[in-house]
Every structure is written in C-alpha cells, then in structure tokens.
C-alpha cells in the first residue's frame, strides 16, 4: 500500500536528515557514540582475528568516558528555569 500524503508536499529524505542531524545537541551525540564504540569493536575483532573481549575493553572503557562526561563532566543544566 502506497500512503498518500494529501495536503503535504513532498519532502526530500536527505533534507530530513539534515534537519534532523542539526537539531542533535551534544547528548544526543554521546547517546549515539556509545553503539559506535561498540559496532566498531565487534567489526575489528572479526576483521583482525583478536578475541571478542579484547576487543570490547576498549568499547567498553570509551562507553564509560562518554557516560562520565555526560553525566559528571559536563551534566546538562536547565537554562529555561528562572526559579530557585
């Protein structure tokens, strides 16, 4: 089935995308960081022949920093509140 998309012109994908990418704030970067770290780990470890949990350590220590900054480092701050 084809939706038909009545009263709203038609939208390029890739624009989308962009608008998308540009309202990322740098914890929706950390977020995505995490399963990065993870996706290229288990990848090296098939491509380099090393054990999995070798492999992982590293995935897991950059999980880690970007937790510790996101949360201790740099939290985020409530900028909209004027109330004490």
């Not at 914890?27 to 999995?52: Q, R, S, T």
């Amino acid at each position: 089935m084809h939706e038909s998309t009545t009263g709203r012109p038609e939208r390029d994908p890739f624009d989308t995308l962009v608008d998308v990418l540009a309202a990322a704030n740098r914890y929706d970067l950390a977020l995505g960081l995490i399963p990065i770290a993870f996706a290229v780990a288990l990848v090296a470890a098939g491509a380099l022949g090393i054990p999995v949990v070798y492999a992982l350590a590293p995935a897991a220590v950059v999980g880690i920093g970007v937790i510790a900054d996101a949360c201790y480092l740099n939290p985020p701050v409530d900028r909209g509140s004027t109330e004490y």
